[in-house]
Nanobody, 121 residues
Framework: QVRLVESGGGLVQAGGSLRLSCAASGSIFRIYDMGWYRQEPGKQRILVASITSEGIPAYADSVKGRFFISRDNPKNTVYLQMNSLKPEDTFVYYC???????????????WGQGTQVTVSS
C-alpha cells in the first residue's frame, strides 16, 4: 500500500506565501510524475502543477510565475512553493503520484488526504 501525506496548508493573508509538502511512503518501487491539484467542494479537481521524475515542471496558467513545484526523489517527497497568494487560491490542495509498487506492476495513481489553503483578503 502507498500512502501520501500532505502538510503545510493553513491561513495566510493575500500576498503571502505557503509551502506544501507531500511525502510518499509504503510499498514503492518507482514514482513517476508527481503533482498538486486543487478542488472546490462539489467541483472537479484541477491540476495546479506537476513534475516528472527527471524534475521537469509544468504549471496551470493561473499559477505560473507564482507557484513552484520541486521534488526530492530519495525522500519520495514533492513540494509546492506558493508565493503572491490571492484569495482565489483558496482551495483544498491534493498531491498525487503515479507509482509502481513492484517491477512490472501496473502504474497507479495515488492521492493524499488534502490540505486546506485559505487566503484572506
Amino acid at each position: 500500500q502507498v500512502r501520501l501525506v500532505e502538510s503545510g496548508g493553513g491561513l495566510v493573508q493575500a500576498g503571502g506565501s505557503l509551502r506544501l509538502s507531500c511525502a510518499a511512503s509504503g510499498s514503492i518501487f518507482r514514482i513517476y510524475d508527481m503533482g498538486w491539484y486543487r478542488q472546490e467542494p462539489g467541483k472537479q479537481r484541477i491540476l495546479v502543477a506537476s513534475i516528472t521524475s527527471e524534475g521537469i515542471p509544468a504549471y496551470a496558467d493561473s499559477v505560473k510565475g507564482r507557484f513552484f513545484i520541486s521534488r526530492d526523489n530519495p525522500k519520495n517527497t514533492v513540494y509546492l512553493q506558493m508565493n503572491s497568494l490571492k484569495p482565489e487560491d483558496t482551495f483544498v490542495y491534493y498531491c498525487s503520484a503515479k507509482v509502481d509498487i513492484t517491477w512490472g506492476s501496473p502504474t497507479r495513481d495515488y492521492w493524499g488526504q488534502g490540505t486546506q489553503v485559505t487566503v484572506s483578503s
